[in-house]
């Protein structure tokens, strides 16, 4: 059974950093391309980056652009979100997801309908 395991959410003031973890299990996560994703109270679901298979090509919302880094160790079976220079608006639970189909390219938004697998998410909350 495919399963993910998101950990290393919580609460943060604004300006600091948290890592996010996405442990698969049930499958060989270096055959998929994986996507992070978050949702806030009454906003749509939001994509914030994506990481290819290989760990080659890498893609970010421009909200996120050059503050989060997306990076895989796939001898571990995990994928990583490091977060620097949180803001309040960074507020929501945080996905990931496995695309089967190589979805991750440079210009290409991060669509949630190309993934496929999803996690059970994990809250992150900056706040002072």
């Known amino acids: 059974q495919l399963q993910f395991v998101e950990s290393g959410g919580g609460v943060v003031q604004p300006g600091g950093s948290l890592r996010l973890s996405c442990a698969a299990s049930?499958?060989?996560?270096?055959?998929?391309?994986i996507g992070w994703f978050r949702q806030a109270p009454g906003k749509a679901r939001e994509g914030v980056s994506c990481i290819s298979s290989s760990g080659g090509s890498t893609n970010y919302a421009d909200s996120v652009k050059g503050r989060f880094t997306i990076s895989r160790d796939n001898a571990k079976n995990t994928v990583y979100l490091q977060m620097n220079s949180l803001k309040p608006e960074d507020t929501a639970v945080y996905y990931c997801a496995a695309g089967p189909l190589a979805p991750c390219k440079p210009q290409k938004n991060v669509n949630s309908y190309d993934y496929l697998y999803w996690g059970q998410g994990t809250q992150v909350t900056v706040s002072s």
């Open positions: 049930g499958f060989t996560l270096a055959h998929y391309d």
